[in-house]
T-cell receptor, first 120, second 114 residues
Framework: GAVVSQHPSWVICKSGTSVKIECRSL??????MFWYRQFPKQSLMLMAT?????????EQGVEKDKFLINHASLTLSTLTVTSAHPEDSSFYIC????????????????FGPGTRLTVL | AQSVTQLDSQVPVFEEAPVELRCNYS??????LFWYVQYPNQGLQLLLK??????LVKGINGFEAEFNKSQTSFHLRKPSVHISDTAEYFC????????????FGAGTRLFVKA
């Protein structure tokens, strides 16, 4: 299947700093990328949806000024957590949707391995 | 809007016993249905998906699920579980429209005991 990578896999930062997380589709072009947040022992909560070249659509309750999403190309999306605080500590997972060569005629969604953010 | 309900937060089962993880969904539009597995500190792995056609879907690791439109259910089953199946399982639904947002259930922790 298609591969989606995230970098870094884990990051520790001080309160007040900003952190950027990258999400890349390695062998297909992602028409849409999604960002999820997962607290310990909880489900994935969709934060935002982004299409290449346009502004992200944020879910209700997600602060767009705090969680900046950029989808500059068909293979890269970034999530920047600005002025991070301890309550932002979480597991962030991206997914990319696109048609994989030789795959079914359906734009499947592939998930990255996640990034664990710890804010001290 | 769609929603997903996983009826059991935890399912303990003995090794080699059968297991069923329940999932119900609601949606005003046609949907695709998925089951994912997540091992500790890892991302999601797709077990199986229902797009159309046969309502019985077979996935990886011996899992299967049956789509029941009248009961709006998509229960996951395995006839004989292994210790290595211990993980968190998520049922998810994605609308067939242009958005394709995927909404996840709360998850079911499958704990396989020796």
């Amino acid at each position: 299947g298609a591969v989606v990578s995230q970098h870094p896999s884990w990051v520790i930062c001080k309160s007040g700093t900003s952190v950027k997380i990258e999400c890349r589709s390695l062998d297909f072009q992602a028409t849409t990328m999604f960002w999820y947040r997962q607290f310990p022992k909880q489900s994935l909560m969709l934060m935002a949806t982004s299409n290449e070249g346009s502004k992200a659509t944020y879910e209700q309750g997600v602060e767009k000024d705090k969680f900046l999403i950029n989808h500059a190309s068909l293979t890269l999306s970034t999530l920047t957590v600005t002025s991070a605080h301890p309550e932002d500590s979480s597991f962030y997972i991206c997914s990319a949707r696109g048609q994989v060569a030789g795959g079914p005629d359906f734009n499947e969604q592939f998930f990255g391995p996640g990034t664990r953010l710890t804010v001290l | 809007a769609q929603s997903v309900t996983q009826l059991d937060s935890q399912v303990p089962v003995f090794e080699e016993a059968p297991v069923e993880l329940r999932c119900n969904y609601s949606s005003s539009v046609s949907v695709y249905l998925f089951w994912y597995v997540q091992y500790p500190n890892q991302g999601l792995q797709l077990l199986l998906k229902y797009l159309s056609g046969s309502t019985l879907v077979k996935g990886i690791n011996g899992f299967e699920a049956e789509f029941n439109k009248s009961q709006t259910s998509f229960h996951l089953r395995k006839p004989s579980v292994h210790i290595s199946d211990t993980a968190e399982y998520f049922c998810a639904v994605s609308d067939r429209g242009g958005g394709f947002k995927t909404i996840f259930g709360a998850g079911t922790r499958l704990f396989v005991k020796a």
